[in-house]
């Protein structure tokens, strides 16, 4: 299995709380309203890949779609099994489980699978991203849907700012400890790799005078990388939206968001 980003004590503690405030939120919602919209109607199994503590996974459960999904943090899969007995939803092995994007198996197949969050760029190479997109055609029933979004960062704003060998200390956050209600203060340093097309965090979480490193790496894909992707992984058609709600994709100066709806 890769470097999993999130398979650590510190980013289920933390992640809803990040997930649910100031521009976060916003997109989270957008997030949230693409695939709702895009599953409206639909009556099949749908699947989320990397579902991590079920931000989406249980609010698209509680609105009645038969969805299963997996992530392969165990920390992010129990945050999401607590919340899902809170509020009575199932989260049963059959419905969750722990698997990896590159080779995750079901016996069955989906009317749509959905990677939301931008967790498809945490594949650090273009082999595992082929790989995770050949395991999707795989599991989609014929007419089935790819719903998937992904951040393009700005090249001016944001990469060119990041590409010193010793990158300052950036403030992430303050959040609250889940069980004990202190403090947990979070700060990064990132640098950016021009050529690989990668971002490599270092994650500090200080909490009760000890600090926690933790690494994380995201590779970007620009639109016409992808296609091509898409392609090698055998799919040949597809729709790509700029927002939420079905504005063509224009590209922007600015970090910009993709929507994907990929038929089978
Ligand atoms: C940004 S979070 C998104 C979680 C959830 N989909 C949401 O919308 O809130 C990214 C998730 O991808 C998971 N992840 C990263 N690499 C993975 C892999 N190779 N296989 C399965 N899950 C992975 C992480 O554990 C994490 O839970």
Known sequence: MPDANYDNPWWPLIYDQWNERGARQQTHEREFHFYSRQLAGEAGSIL????????????????????RGFDC???????????????????????????????????QSFAAILIPASSFMLLPSQTAQIACLERIRAHLAFGGRLL????????????????????????????????????????????VDLGEQTE?????????????????TAR???????QLLLRLAGFSRWQ?????????????KEVGMTYWVVNR
Request: overall charge negative; hydrophobic content about 40%; aromatic content about 14%.
């Open 200 to 216: 490599h965090y270092q994650w500090f979480f200080a909490y009760d005078g000890e600090t926690a490193v933790e690494s994380m």
């Open 48 to 67: 989320e890949v990397a579902c991590g503590t079920g931000s989406i996974l249980l609010r698209l459960l509680h609105e009645g779609v038969d969805i």
């Open 148 to 191: 998937m979004n992904f951040y393009i960062p700005s090249l001016a704003d944001d990469l060119l700012a990041h590409v010193s060998p010793s990158p300052s200390l950036e403030e992430f956050g303050e959040f609250t400890h889940p069980e004990t209600g202190r403090l947990i203060s979070v700060w990064f340093k990132k640098t």
């Open 73 to 107: 943090a165990t920390g992010m899969l129990a945050v999401l099994r607590r919340k899902a007995a809170a509020l009575g939803l199932d989260a049963s092995d059959r419905r969750v489980c722990c698997q990896d994007m590159v080779d995750f198996c079901y016996d």
């Open 220 to 226: 970007w894909i620009y639109k016409e990388e992808f």
């Open 240 to 252: 790509l939206f700029g927002t939420h709600d079905g504005q063509p994709y224009a590209g922007s």
